[in-house]
């Protein structure tokens, strides 16, 4: 079993940055695909961002596209997702998710992605 945590969201306004977490413990995840998920009240959970397990290869939605950053650093079991000149369309639940599987993709569609962590209410004023 893994556990996912994420942290970091909060209240900010239009314009201001907000760095998320995500700690993964109870297995290894240092090999498997991990991504940010997100879901606006009545909305399907959207793709943010993924990146594949050593980093080399990163991919984000076109919304978040240059102002998003995905990062992991396997020594420590973290994924972060770096938020930049946020909008009041990025107010969402944020979550956290792993692939758990061996091979080189980021997948877009949740169902993709096996485990899944509580989530981070991110919430932009305008």
């Known amino acids: 079993q893994v556990q996912l945590v994420e942290s970091g969201g909060g209240l900010v306004q239009a314009g201001d940055s907000l760095r998320l977490s995500c700690a993964a413990t109870?297995?290894?995840?240092?090999?498997?695909?991990m991504g940010w998920f997100r879901q606006a009240p009545g909305k399907e959970r959207e793709f943010v961002s993924g990146i594949t397990w050593n980093g080399g290869r990163t991919d984000y939605a076109d919304a978040v596209k240059g102002r998003f950053t995905i990062s992991r650093d396997n020594s420590k079991s973290m994924v972060y997702l770096e938020m930049n000149n946020l909008k009041p369309e990025d107010t969402a639940v944020y979550y956290c998710?792993?692939?758990?599987?061996?091979?080189?993709?980021?997948?877009?569609?949740?169902?993709?992605?096996?485990?899944w962590g509580q989530g981070t209410q991110v919430t932009v004023s305008s």
């Open positions: 998710a792993l692939r758990w599987k061996l091979e080189v993709t980021i997948p877009i569609q949740p169902n993709e992605y096996f485990y």
């Open positions: 109870g297995r290894p995840v240092n090999t498997f695909t």
